[in-house]
């Protein structure tokens, strides 16, 4: 782990024995709202001027109505607001030497970083008072969130865009420009105090996907994937805590069955019997502290006196892992996603390995804005967020697999592997560690 700042608030985050499980700690609500609001401080102070200045815009302007939310303003909102209230406008003004100016258009204060700037007192036009709020200002760039690319980005709803400009008049309209760049820049970046949080939220997800590929939930001949799959919905919910989407647990086994992605992703049998011999992979992902997790790993379910892998499939395993080894060694600050791609998938095919690699950010979103290193059905590159280059300080679930053919099943089989890791200076790391060998069911003591 990397040396950083020590979080107020970080000495709640301890291992703890809680629901008959060592999981690191979960926070009380009230210590969360505490702990999410003051990153939330953090990054405006620290990060958002250099993004500023890094993308050009002298004023972001973010407008949003209740249960409509642009999905940044949800990143800009205080702990106890769950949406925007009826119109939020929030203000963001660069004023240089590394600060920002926070307004908030609103009959609030929104939160403690954006103190309210409207009096529908004295002025009950909202938008007119947004117009005086940027004439005061007179900003060259005003940034707005429209964008082709990135959902993220695009979060400005016409009727606002339209009204906006109508309100703020031709000359200021005509200052508009699209934040995506900045807008990107404020969700894929992470800061110092969010990487210390980081890892134990990995960490938690990690210690989740171990319980359920265990003995304690999986009775081979009885227990179905769909089982599994509602397991950790429950655990999640009883840890007080909430998933990003549906998890999913698939098998590879000798038999016929040729792999495929739908398949094992959205077609998959529901009550699919686990049984000794199978190798099961899930696909899982929390949401915590505002941080997504996005996992994927295997078990294998051992059969009678099996007390191991057998080695066909370590082998295979370790195919993936050197899939990941190449693929992270590419990442350059200033490459785009797809040259990673190109370079890894040529460098892989080059090993004899055959890669399909599908990463992508990972931050407030799951599925995040941000680079996009290949999707698993487009391996020539990514137009768009794959176009865009990588910066330093990002997360990204390194999402990829690696097929191999099992010459004792008679078939070729996928080894589909998925972790969270850190892009810094240093390089890619992985937040919380990531598997280096195939679980079992059950578990083996290890060898004295």
Same mark, same amino acid.
Do not use: C
């Given at each position: 782990?990397?040396?950083?700042?020590?979080?107020?608030?970080?000495?709640?985050?301890?291992?703890?024995?809680?629901?008959?499980?060592?999981?690191?700690?979960?926070?009380?609500?009230?210590?969360?709202?505490?702990?999410?609001?003051?990153?939330?401080?953090?990054?405006?102070?620290?990060?958002?001027?250099?993004?500023?200045?890094?993308?050009?815009?002298?004023?972001?302007?973010?407008?949003?109505?209740?249960?409509?939310?642009?999905?940044?303003?949800?990143?800009?909102?205080?702990?106890?607001?769950?949406?925007?209230?009826?119109?939020?406008?929030?203000?963001?003004?660069?004023?240089?030497?590394?600060?920002?100016?926070?307004?908030?258009?609103?009959?609030?204060?929104?939160?403690?970083?954006?103190?309210?700037?409207?009096?529908?007192?004295?002025?009950?036009?909202?938008?007119?008072?947004?117009?005086?709020?940027?004439?005061?200002?007179?900003?060259?760039?005003?940034?707005?969130?429209?964008?082709?690319?990135?959902?993220?980005?695009?979060?400005?709803?016409?009727?606002?865009?339209?009204?906006?400009?109508?309100?703020?008049?031709?000359?200021?309209?005509?200052?508009?420009?699209?934040?995506?760049?900045?807008?990107?820049?404020?969700?894929?970046?992470?800061?110092?105090?969010?990487?210390?949080?980081?890892?134990?939220?990995?960490?938690?997800?990690?210690?989740?996907?171990?319980?359920?590929?265990?003995?304690?939930?999986?009775?081979?001949?009885?227990?179905?994937?769909?089982?599994?799959?509602?397991?950790?919905?429950?655990?999640?919910?009883?840890?007080?805590?909430?998933?990003?989407?549906?998890?999913?647990?698939?098998?590879?086994?000798?038999?016929?069955?040729?792999?495929?992605?739908?398949?094992?992703?959205?077609?998959?049998?529901?009550?699919?019997?686990?049984?000794?011999?199978?190798?099961?992979?899930?696909?899982?992902?929390?949401?915590?502290?505002?941080?997504? +997790?996005?996992?994927?790993?295997? /078990?294998?379910?051992?059969? @009678? !006196?099996?007390?191991?892998? &057998?080695?066909? $499939?370590?082998? =295979?395993?370790?195919?993936?892992?050197?899939?990941?080894?190449?693929?992270?060694?590419?990442?350059?600050?200033?490459?785009?996603?797809?040259?990673?791609?190109?370079?890894?998938?040529?460098?892989?095919?080059?090993?004899?390995?055959?890669?399909?690699?599908?990463?992508?950010?990972?931050?407030?979103?799951?599925?995040?804005?941000?680079? +996009?290193?290949?999707?698993?059905? /487009?391996?020539?590159?990514? @137009? !768009?967020?794959?176009?865009? &280059?990588?910066? $330093?300080?990002? =997360?990204?679930?390194?999402?990829?697999?690696?097929?191999?053919?099992?010459?004792?099943?008679?078939?070729?089989?996928?080894?589909?592997?998925?972790?969270?890791?850190?892009?810094?200076?240093?390089?890619?790391?992985?937040?919380?560690?990531?598997?280096?060998?195939?679980?079992?069911?059950?578990?083996?003591?290890?060898?004295?």
């Amino acid at each position: 782990m990397k040396k950083l700042l020590l979080l107020p608030l970080l000495f709640l985050l301890v291992y703890t024995h809680s629901f008959g499980q060592n999981y690191p700690q979960i926070l009380s609500m009230k210590e969360r709202a505490e702990v999410i609001d003051d990153l939330l401080k953090d990054k405006v102070q620290n990060v958002l001027p250099g993004l500023m200045e890094r993308t050009g815009i002298d004023m972001w302007v973010v407008v949003s109505r209740e249960y409509n939310e642009d999905p940044v303003i949800k990143t800009l909102l205080p702990a106890t607001w769950h949406a925007a209230r009826r119109r939020t406008i929030l203000v963001m003004h660069n004023l240089g030497n590394g600060k920002v100016e926070t307004l908030a258009v609103a009959r609030y204060d929104v939160g403690e970083m954006f103190k309210r700037a409207w009096d529908p007192e004295s002025e009950p036009d909202q938008w007119k008072r947004l117009a005086e709020v940027i004439e005061e200002r007179d900003p060259e760039k005003i940034g707005i969130n429209i964008s082709e690319i990135w959902g993220h980005a695009d979060g400005l709803v016409v009727t606002d865009h339209e009204e906006m400009k109508a309100a703020i008049g031709e000359e200021y309209a005509n200052r508009l420009v699209s934040a995506e760049k900045l807008a990107v820049g404020w969700l894929e970046t992470r800061t110092q105090k969010e990487m210390q949080i980081y890892p134990q939220i990995v960490r938690i997800a990690h210690d989740i996907i171990a319980e359920g590929f265990s003995d304690k939930v999986i009775q081979p001949g009885v227990t179905t994937t769909e089982d599994v799959v509602w397991w950790y919905r429950e655990k999640i919910r009883e840890l007080k805590l909430i998933t990003w989407f549906h998890p999913s647990v698939s098998i590879q086994r000798a038999d016929p069955e040729s792999f495929d992605h739908l398949r094992t992703f959205d077609s998959r049998p529901g009550e699919n019997v686990i049984i000794p011999g199978d190798l099961l992979h899930v696909d899982f992902g929390i949401k915590y502290l505002r941080l997504n +997790t996005d996992t994927q790993q295997h /078990a294998y379910v051992l059969r @009678p !006196g099996e007390t191991e892998v &057998p080695e066909y $499939l370590r082998k =295979a395993f370790e195919n993936g892992n050197r899939v990941q080894d190449i693929f992270t060694n590419n990442f350059r600050e200033g490459r785009t996603g797809n040259e990673v791609l190109k370079m890894s998938r040529e460098q892989a095919i080059e090993e004899g390995l055959k890669p399909s690699i599908y990463t992508h950010p990972l931050g407030y979103h799951g599925h995040a804005a941000g680079t +996009t290193l290949g999707m698993w059905d /487009a391996q020539d590159g990514v @137009p !768009g967020d794959g176009d865009y &280059p990588l910066h $330093l300080n990002t =997360a990204y679930s390194i999402e990829l697999n690696a097929a191999t053919y099992i010459e004792e099943w008679g078939k070729e089989i996928r080894i589909m592997l998925e972790e969270d890791a850190f892009f810094d200076e240093t390089g890619v790391w992985y937040i919380d560690g990531r598997q280096r060998e195939i679980m079992t069911v059950p578990r083996v003591p290890a060898k004295q």
